[in-house]
């Protein structure tokens, strides 16, 4: 069956723009979280989405945030955008919550 | 506050040995551990995982060893392959209650040179 996609793979914005992400998870998967990872940090968890409702929240500013749909299609967003938003945001699916995650190849964000 | 730390930002290994990749949490609340491995211009794929009620779990060339009092996870990879060079994540979770969300470590990036 088909991974997970997301959209779009690469995306260069400016400086106090706006910008929308999309996640499409494996069929049947409810569970989809959203990761930034910049170099030396690792993944670092933005929040998580099960059956429409969030679930769990990471440490990132009100400038971020989600949304899923009943076909447990994702959105992120992120508003006001500043330099340090530059990383690559990836996308996890999962049956529920107690299992491994599949990861998107993530979309690249560049902010000039 | 890290609360997953991969204190080996790089490894160099040569093919055919092993390969041991640490990691160390903090949070005595984990429960689960999990190994993702990372290629450029891909997303994480997952490797193996390791539920505390166990101490090893094997899978092929690759063994995850858990110390629960030390706060301590790695894995091993035996005979180490030019295929296994990527960056591997170490994981973790506390499935037991209701905050459930996965931690993950900074990364080792793994190059085994032919």
């Known amino acids: 069956k088909a991974g997970v996609t997301q959209t779009p793979r690469y995306l260069i914005k400016t400086r106090g723009q706006q910008v929308t992400l999309s996640c499409s998870p494996i069929s049947g998967h409810r569970s989809v979280s959203w990761y930034q990872q910049t170099p030396g940090q690792g993944l670092q968890f933005l929040f998580e989405?099960?059956?429409?409702?969030?679930?769990n929240k990471g440490n990132f500013p009100g400038r971020f945030s989600g949304r899923q749909f009943s076909n447990s299609r994702s959105e992120m967003n992120v508003s006001t955008l500043e330099l340090g938003d530059s990383a690559l945001y990836l996308c996890?699916?999962?049956?529920?919550?107690?299992?491994?995650?599949?990861f998107g190849p993530g979309t690249r964000l560049t902010v000039l | 506050d890290q609360q997953v730390k991969q204190n080996s930002p790089s490894l160099s290994v040569q093919e055919g040995r092993i390969s041991i990749l640490n990691c160390d949490y903090t949070?005595?609340?984990?429960?689960?551990f999990l190994w993702y491995k990372k290629y450029p211009a891909e997303g994480p794929t997952f490797l193996i995982s390791i539920s505390s009620i166990k101490d090893k779990n094997e899978d092929g060339r690759f063994t995850v060893f858990l110390n629960k009092s030390a706060k301590h996870l790695s894995l091993h990879i035996v005979p180490s392959q030019p295929g296994d060079s990527a960056v591997y994540f170490c994981a973790a979770s506390a499935m037991k209650t209701s905050y459930d969300k996965v931690i993950f470590g900074p990364g080792t990036s793994l190059s085994v040179i032919p």
């Open positions: 996890a699916s999962s049956l529920n919550k107690k299992n491994e995650q599949f």
């Open positions: 989405y099960f059956s429409e409702t969030q679930r």
């Open positions: 949070n005595s609340m984990f429960d689960y």
